[in-house]
């Protein structure tokens, strides 16, 4: 399965739009790109999941250039409780791989 | 619409015990997959299971069993708790085996002293 690189940390503000980026330069052809986000002593929660191209939801948006080796989550405008861990993954669904995610922190 | 529930919430063991751990899925959906996730690390796949059927199996040894009963809910066996075996193990389900969106439980955490 393809491995992710993605940065360990990032820090915002509220209301800025925050933009995550993950490298998958081995994904496969029938891969899909698939993000979650993680609250401490929480499950994770499925936030999106794209193929190519752009995919937009009512959280973030996906952006996934024409070579797929890499894609970018967009959280617009975000707020204090979106500081949280967000892992990017790439595969079939049946078996996640997850890396080690990076770790949002939203300062007010 | 309930989503994926796990008991317990909390699980204190000591070395050696064994432990059951539960997990019901959504309504509907018939796959349920099972990860540990230790403090600071990403979640491990452990199994996958449909149909009562196991369908994957991550790098875990033979100390970790499961099974899926015929109403789609799932149990994870762990025998011989060794310390290391202290994490949040987490429960997904989906509507299939393939290639489908897993949604995740709460978790269990569990203590081994």
């Known amino acids: 399965l393809a491995k992710t690189t993605q940065p360990i940390s990032m820090d915002s503000y509220e209301g800025q739009e925050v933009n995550i980026t993950c490298s998958h330069n081995?994904?496969?052809?029938?891969?899909?790109i698939t993000w979650y986000q993680q609250f401490p002593s929480q499950g994770p929660r499925f936030i999106i999941q794209g193929y190519k191209t752009k995919v937009t939801n009512e959280v973030a948006s996906l952006f996934i250039p024409a070579d797929r080796k890499s894609s970018t989550l967009s959280l617009p405008r975000v707020s204090l409780s979106d500081t949280a861990v967000y892992y990017c993954?790439?595969?079939?669904?049946?078996?996640?791989?997850f890396g080690t995610g990076t770790r949002l922190q939203v300062f007010p | 619409d309930a989503g994926v529930t796990q008991s317990p919430t909390h699980l204190i063991k000591t070395r050696g015990q064994h432990v059951t751990l539960r997990c019901s899925p959504i309504s509907g959906h018939k796959s349920v997959s099972w990860y540990q996730q230790v403090l600071g690390q990403g979640p491990q796949f452990i199994f996958q299971?449909?149909?009562?059927?196991?369908?994957g199996r991550g790098n875990f040894p033979d100390r970790f069993s499961a099974r899926q009963f015929p109403n789609y809910s799932s149990e994870l066996n762990v025998n011989a708790l060794l310390l290391g075996d202290s994490a949040l193990y987490l429960c997904?389900?989906?509507?299939?085996?393939?290639?489908?969106?897993?949604?995740f439980g709460p978790g269990t955490r569990l203590l081994v002293l």
């Open positions: 299971y449909y149909e009562k059927e196991e369908r």
């Open positions: 993954l790439v595969g079939g669904t049946d078996k996640l791989i």
């Open positions: 081995n994904i496969a052809t029938n891969d899909y």
């Open positions: 997904a389900s989906s509507l299939s085996h393939r290639k489908e969106t897993q949604y």
